[in-house]
């Protein structure tokens, strides 16, 4: 995949020997890679295309502590490599703006404060108060192609939609909201390759962020940024940089994400019409619980985030049977831990009523994603609105010929054709 450092696929490898990763078949169908590495390696050194050598944990009880282990720090100033100096760790650009300073490059006690901070205005009832909203994004969505009889559900639905959501919840005016999608579309196309547009990009977000928390301070809204300079707590309060880059990391980390739930939520409903009919069904019934349960189970089988974001071992640890030295990056494979039989039951099959369902696609531990209500409002409103409004929905492509974004952290398709009566 040019850009992504991802080689062409290698011949047929026998069983006992590990199957390649990273490479064309991997990005397409990275499953059956991550259960040999379960079973055979599941704590592995690997090379990465960037270059920079990491340790993948791909089992879920390993998984799970990994990630609410306090050695293993955010901050990638703890890596032993050059890597975050050369760039090939964190955002690409981002490094010259404080925007740096966000949640997921951090460790208390610093973390602790914002996230406290960030929690009293972002709170579970603020997005419970937006579904209206949402819902109304997703509909003007639908209307722009739904007499035509297909569509990309990709560009047309899945990417736009989050990103005037977050715009909304955060108040940029509507009027602004295209020069964000601009960015937001320059950071997903460009996230692993080439930096240049990237860093302009982040570096116009963040003036423009920072202006804008400039003229709220002088006119408090009811909006999120809004909400995020009048949060206080003990006499705390952000300061502007700290709510510019708090706004970065919530558009962020709630962008590609997002777009990847709508998108992979959606294509496994295309692959298994049994699933999807059941859905529709319980849907026509006016029951939501099937659509609760049922993006849990999505987030779980084919997840937005394939590897949580870095860490880095800042006293020697020990998963599993490995001993990780200090310095070492460690990138806990949510994928494959959400896939490991020893705690899903038929783990490679889509169940959307699926009960006893503890997946981590929304991370454990400090760093869960703070995001994580929003999405599913997202995720719920998006899905349950194209199968009612669209029941004949079907995939407009051979599965072989989707291409999938080959980033290393996030797991995504580039296009999802589709077709349908209008
Ligand atoms: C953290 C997944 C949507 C904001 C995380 C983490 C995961 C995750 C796995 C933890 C990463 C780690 O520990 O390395 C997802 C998924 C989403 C989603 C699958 C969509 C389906 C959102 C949204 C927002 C958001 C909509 C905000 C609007 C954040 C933030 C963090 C985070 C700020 C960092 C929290 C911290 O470090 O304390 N997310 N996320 N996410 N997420 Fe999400």
């Known amino acids: 995949l040019p850009g992504t450092g991802y080689r062409r696929d290698m011949p047929d490898q026998p069983e006992t020997t590990m199957p390649p990763l990273f490479t064309w078949d ?24 960037s270059g920079v050598e990491a340790w993948l944990v791909t089992r879920y009880a390993d998984a799970r502590q990994a990630l609410a282990d306090g050695r293993l720090s955010k901050n990638p100033l703890h890596h032993s490599g050059q890597a975050h100096r050369t760039g090939r760790v964190g955002i690409p650009g981002e490094r010259q703006a404080d925007l740096m300073t966000h949640l997921l490059n951090i460790d208390p006690p610093d973390h602790t404060r914002l996230r406290r901070l960030v929690s009293k205005a972002f709170t579970p009832r603020r997005v419970a108060e937006f579904e209206p909203r949402v819902q109304q994004l997703t509909d003007r969505l639908i209307d722009s192609f739904a007499a035509r009889g297909s569509a990309d559900l990709i560009h047309e639905f899945a990417f736009p939609l989050p990103i005037y959501a977050i715009c909304d919840l955060l108040g940029v005016p509507s009027e602004d909201q295209d ?6 579309g320059m950071m997903i196309r460009h996230g692993g390759g080439p930096r240049g547009g990237v860093a302009r990009a982040v570096k116009r977000m963040r003036g423009y962020l920072l202006e804008l928390i400039h003229r709220k301070r002088a006119d408090l809204g009811d909006d999120l ?5 009048r949060a206080s707590d003990h006499g705390e309060h952000l300061t502007e940089n700290e709510a510019a880059a708090m706004a970065f990391i919530l558009l962020f980390a709630g962008f590609e994400t997002t777009v990847n739930l709508i ?3 959606m294509y496994a409903l295309l692959r298994n019409p049994g699933q999807r009919t059941l859905l529709q069904e319980s849907l026509g019934r006016g029951e939501q619980g099937l659509l609760a349960t049922g993006v849990e189970e999505l987030l779980r089988y084919d997840g937005p985030v394939e590897l949580a974001t870095w860490r880095f071992a800042t ?11 200090v310095g070492d990056p460690v990138l806990v494979v949510l994928a494959a831990a959400d896939r490991d039989p020893d705690r899903f039951a038929e783990e490679n099959t889509l169940d959307l009523a699926r009960q006893d369902n503890p997946h981590l696609g929304f991370g454990h531990g400090i760093h869960y994603c703070i995001g994580a209500p929003l999405a599913r409002l997202e995720g719920q409103r998006a899905l349950a609105t194209l199968l009612t409004r669209l029941p004949d929905l079907q995939l ?9 974004r080959g980033g ?15």
């Open 26 to 49: 991997f990005a397409a169908d990275p499953y059956p890679a991550y259960a040999w590495l379960r079973e055979h390696a599941p704590v592995h050194r690997t090379t990465l295309p």
């Open 179 to 184: 020069d964000f999608r601009d960015w937001a």
């Open 225 to 229: 940024i809004s909400g995020l300079i």
């Open 263 to 265: 998108g992979n939520g």
């Open 315 to 325: 006293a020697p640890v020990r998963i599993g049977a490995a001993d990780i030295p």
């Open 396 to 404: 407009a492509a051979e599965p072989e010929e989707l291409r999938w």
């Open 408 to 422: 290393l952290i996030m797991r995504g398709l580039r296009e999802l054709p589709v077709s349908f009566t209008p």
